[in-house]
């Protein structure tokens, strides 16, 4: 018997107490991540989620016999002491275990031509020698940079703690150890060390793709990030991404916390300066002195906090500003067949039309390139949890006006015409599906496409972004000039009130988590502070297993 997708419960009536440790808003990576850290040094949380289960993008769902994901396709730096490997240890005690995907862990097929991401910095490198002799030194030089932006991102998250420590070390940190390349544009960096156009666009499309961003607003030390977040691999988690949360729930409850869901947080409630807790949608008022909002910056400081006057608009909303990430349609797919019958690759497919930022940039039609994943193909469990059956998901980006004409209105009673572009969309992803992997023509047995306005009603992200804010050259800075982003920090303008998630520092699962590590901290004392690094610091030094 295997255990349900659905994570969280909702509460009984009159269960939800008047006062906890902590109040987390949302159970996304981000939010679960603070929540445990929290409740293993003693705190009792409870954690508010809107939608009917837990788990944010990494929550799946069933229908009619099949099983998919929504938004974890693979994770990488998890072999033995790196940081994500550490984390999802200490989080959830060891109980998350993690399949690799072997070696390619990616394909890209951009213009006709097939690439693939092996694993390894050495290998990789090798490989794009072999097919660009000519580039040798331009890509022996882009590998050297990729490893000296690998304290780019630590910087960062210094950077966003507060505290004179923290800063000075961020400071020291990025001014010894940061190129200049790191915050510029990705396409302008890459430009100068290759001069092949098919070269640039095998390094650059993963990112952009995966990203949600054009090259030319994208910073290169984002597309280094890739690089080292893959290099030893990537894995998925064995039961499918439903497990994360699920692993993550039982040490909240260990403490005396809940995970609850069909919860949501009507308003964060202020005395003056200062969080005191939130009023729920039913009005059950819930007091503690850590509030904690992993629901993102643009719905945190423009819905469940209070208007303040306009005097200051920046400091009122430290959002402001900044773009909000590109919106995506997302087909899920069930075959009828097992993932080997029909062909199912257990690595990721990224297709374009051999220009990877023309979409993003405005030149290259309402969609973008695509990426196709099948879970199926991963887990290990799968097929004994459904014999005979496949699923699989394909993403694309869409043009935020496409949908535009349609917000406001109400899930499940949509206009006919969004049910138009619906199968209209739906029809061209399938085109495609069958060009690139023929076996599975005549064999899919069910399909549902989720929009832009599906995404925002259950994340209530403003648009549909798959990862909130944009995480782009004018949110980071350039090195000179500070960037929209830097207001955006854990701790608050509010005492006691904390961001988490996504928005603090950069998109994705390790983005998520981190930003959740960095909340925890902010709304520890140093003792919490001290215990929570040490037994960090002692899952990393452990004997590999």
């Not at 290099?231 to 909240?252: E, K, L, Q």
């Not at 009507?266 to 009023?279: P, Q």
């Amino acid at each position: 018997m295997t255990r349900g997708v659905l994570v969280g419960r909702a509460p009984a009536p009159g269960e939800v107490r008047d006062a906890y440790d902590a109040v987390v808003v949302g159970s996304g990576v981000g939010g679960l991540t603070t929540a445990v850290c929290l409740a293993r040094q003693g705190r009792r949380v409870a954690v508010f989620e809107q939608h009917y289960t837990a788990g944010g993008y990494t929550h799946a769902y069933r229908r009619r016999g099949w099983e998919w994901d929504v938004g974890i396709h693979y994770v990488g730096q998890l072999a033995p002491r790196e940081p994500v490997r550490v984390l999802s240890d200490y989080l959830t005690g060891g109980a998350l275990r993690w399949a690799p995907l072997g070696d390619p862990y990616d394909e890209y097929r951009l213009g006709g031509e097939v690439y693939r991401a092996p694993v390894g910095f050495a290998a990789y490198q090798a490989r794009l020698i072999a097919r660009f002799p000519a580039e040798r030194s331009g890509i022996e030089e882009l590998f050297r940079l990729v490893a000296r932006c690998r304290a780019t991102l630590p910087a960062l998250a210094l950077g966003r703690l507060s505290g004179p420590v923290a800063r000075r070390l961020a400071g020291l940190l990025r001014s010894a150890a940061v190129p200049p390349e790191a915050l510029r544009p990705a396409r302008e960096v890459v430009a100068g060390l290759v001069r092949d156009e098919r070269l640039r666009q095998a390094v650059l499309t993963p990112s952009v793709l995966l990203l949600a961003d054009s090259s030319s607003r994208l910073p290169f030390f984002l597309v280094a990030v890739l690089f080292e977040h893959f290099r030893t691999g990537a894995w998925y988690p064995v039961g499918g991404s439903a497990a994360i949360a699920r692993a993550m729930v039982d040490p909240v409850r260990a403490a005396g916390g809940e995970v609850f869901v069909r919860t949501p947080v009507d308003r964060i409630e202020l005395d003056g300066t200062r969080a005191t807790g939130v009023v729920l949608a039913d009005g059950t008022r819930v007091r503690a002195p850590v509030v904690v909002s992993a629901a993102g910056a643009h719905h945190t400081y423009r819905t469940l906090l209070p208007r303040r006057p306009a005097r200051d608009a920046r400091a009122a909303d430290p959002a402001r500003g900044m773009r909000e990430g590109f919106p995506f349609v997302l087909l899920f797919l069930g075959f009828d067949g097992d993932p080997r019958e029909l062909g199912l690759p257990p690595y990721n497919l990224m297709v374009t039309d051999g220009d990877c930022d023309a979409f993003f940039d405005g030149t290259g039609g309402h969609t973008s390139g695509f990426f196709l994943s099948f879970s199926s193909a991963k887990d290990p469990t799968w097929t004994a949890r459904y014999p005979g059956r496949s699923t699989g998901e394909i993403l694309a980006y869409v043009d935020p006006a496409l949908f535009a004409p349609f917000h406001g209105s109400r899930w499940h009673d949509r206009d006919p015409a969004y049910l138009a572009l619906k199968a209209e969309l739906t029809e061209r992803l399938l085109d495609r599906l069958y060009v690139h992997l023929p076996r599975t023509r005549g064999r899919v047995a069910y399909h549902e496409l989720g929009t832009p306005l599906t995404a925002e009603h259950f994340t209530r992200w403003p648009g549909g972004s798959l990862y909130g804010l944009a995480k782009d050259v004018a949110a980071f800075g350039d090195g000179t000039r500070p960037g929209l982003a830097d207001g955006l920090r854990p701790r608050t303008e509010f005492e006691g009130l904390y961001l988490s998630g996504q928005d603090v520092l950069a998109g994705g699962f390790l983005g998520a988590a981190t930003g959740g590590l960095l909340a925890a901290h902010e709304a520890l004392d140093r003792p919490g502070r001290t215990r929570l690094w040490r037994s960090l610091l002692k899952h990393a030094l452990r004997p590999a297993t």
